[in-house]
């Protein structure tokens, strides 16, 4: 069964850079939209950024818009997540998560319903 690994997550001073990255074992992930939520303590789990299956499209949450970059790799398999500028309200447990079936368009890529996967996530935390 195909499995998501997140990786790259830390602990950062505000205004600080990291970069997540998301592995599968199992499956190719090149036919699936894949996205980034996060989980802040105490609060819901929430959209971040995603990526349509051919790359062509993304979306961002409004904030994390021009922080936030969303990328595939689809000959590693892999899907990035680089944050610059970051705040301490992007402190978060994030995990990265696939389309729950392929080729589908990139309306469906900021509801969490629309994603089956999941990884275990890895902590970000922004220190002020």
């Known amino acids: 069964q195909a499995q998501l690994l997140e990786s790259g997550g830390g602990l950062v001073q505000a205004g600080g850079s990291l970069r997540l990255s998301c592995a599968t074992s199992g499956r190719s992930l090149s036919s699936y939209n894949l996205g980034w939520f996060r989980q802040p303590p105490g609060k819901e789990r929430e959209f971040v950024a995603g990526i349509t299956w051919d790359g062509d499209s993304t979306r961002y949450a409004d904030s994390v818009k021009g922080r936030f970059t969303i990328s595939r790799d689809s000959a590693n398999n892999t899907v990035s997540l680089k944050m610059n500028s970051l705040k301490p309200e992007d402190t978060a447990l994030y995990y990265c998560?696939?389309?729950?079936?392929?080729?589908?368009?990139?309306?469906?890529?900021?509801?969490?319903?629309?994603?089956?996967?999941w990884g275990q996530g890895t902590q970000v935390t922004v220190s002020s």
């Open positions: 998560a696939r389309d729950i079936s392929r080729w589908r368009p990139s309306t469906v890529l900021t509801i969490p319903k629309n994603y089956r996967l």
